[in-house]
């Protein structure tokens, strides 16, 4: 049993595997992005988008260790919650780059910026134990992440 309880029991390793090769998708638009963007941008973007990648395979192998049995669950949560830091610092840098300095798209910033904000909102609200706000805080943001990645297609697709 790898995460649910019960009725749900099976749905654990499909749970994780989706876990796990979400962030493996998303090194390749990562990359993407940094193949577009990295003449337009100083050393700094280098360090936040290498960073990021790094985070994203961190994520991805503890998620894969879980499911070959070779972590626990708790040990899975630290690689997750370590690997997606340096994520969030890249949609910060992303934001930047469409809202501010106009490289990308500027919905694809706004977006970057809700889904950002949102992320907090849900980590405040389960920190403070308020279920009632976890449900629609958590849709809002899948929404958005939804939104954010049809905005980031779109803007790679007409930039390539």
């Known amino acids: 049993m790898l995460f649910f309880g019960g009725k749900g029991d099976r ?3 499909l749970n994780e595997f989706f876990s796990a090769t979400t962030p493996v998708l998303l090194i390749l638009l990562a990359i993407w992005i ?45 690689t997750g919650g370590a690997g997606i830091l340096p994520v969030f610092a890249q949609w910060a840098a992303l934001a930047l780059l469409a809202v501010g300095r106009h490289l990308l798209w500027a919905p694809m ?10 992320s907090a909102l849900l980590m405040a609200v389960w920190g403070l134990r308020l279920k009632a706000a976890i449900r629609p805080i958590g849709v809002a943001l899948t929404l958005a992440l939804a939104a954010w990645m049809g905005t980031l297609v779109w803007d790679l697709l007409r930039n390539a």
């Open 11 to 13: 749905y654990g390793p």
């Open 34 to 78: 940094y193949a577009i963007a990295r003449r337009e941008t100083g050393p700094w973007f280098d360090i936040v988008t290498w960073l990021a990648v790094g985070g994203m395979a961190v994520a991805a192998t503890g998620q894969f260790l879980l499911i070959m049995g070779g972590i626990s669950l708790g040990t899975s949560f630290m």
């Open 109 to 118: 910033g706004w977006l970057a910026i809700a889904c950002l904000g949102l």
